[in-house]
């Protein structure tokens, strides 16, 4: 997998999102709060797309059977489960990485209510416009798609991203001098968690995956590609929000 040619267009793709406009409108508390309170669905369902994968490569039923996949992915999908299900906060305290974010929400007064509703009820109705095409992607993916695919989104899509993307959004935050302590240590601890340890583990784990199989890895890049695309569109419609 380390010799891996990655299409142009994800890298293109990538390469956009970390340097997307949003980033530089993060300049106010008000701003920020607004980002927040729709980016916190992409943090959610991130969960779903490990979990996806999680069941698939280890075995989560009773009675339980070991695992058709090998050792070693059965290892690196847990660790996985266990960084982003299972990490220490600011202060310590074990906790899942979406908790993590409510918290860093209420440290700017940005509204919870909305998703604190949908986890729930876990109405899809209840999805605000802009966020419901990038959600509902994720969660078709998480319950339909074939493991590889999804393994694609999750690489490409979130894994591989995240850390030069989450890069851009501390170095506006930081400029801005914005008091959002709980929020930089979240991003902050994604950047080392993804770009040292689970980036690394998620691309073993596609390798495994699609076995080197040409069509299995074009449908992941196809995959990939939407993935980053719909992350683009996610982050336009924000924008547009923030400008009112």
Known sequence: MNNLVVPDKITLCKNALSH??????LKTIEQLRLFMESHVYAVWDFMSLLKSLQREISCVDVPWRPSSYSKSSVRFINEIVLGEESDLDIDGQAIDHFSMYLEAMDEVGANTNPIREFIATLDLDLLPSHVKPFVSYNLELAVHAPVHQVAGAFFFGREDLIPSMFSGIIQELESAKL?????????????????????????????????????????SFEVGVESLKRRNDLWDSIALIING
């Open 179 to 219: 008091p959002c302590s709980r929020l930089n240590y979240y991003l902050k601890r994604h950047i080392d968690l993804d770009g040292d340890e689970h980036g690394p583990l998620a691309m073993s784990l596609l390798s495994e995956l699609t076995h080197n199989d040409q069509k299995l890895l074009d449908e």
């Open 20 to 25: 997307h406009p949003l980033f530089s409108k």
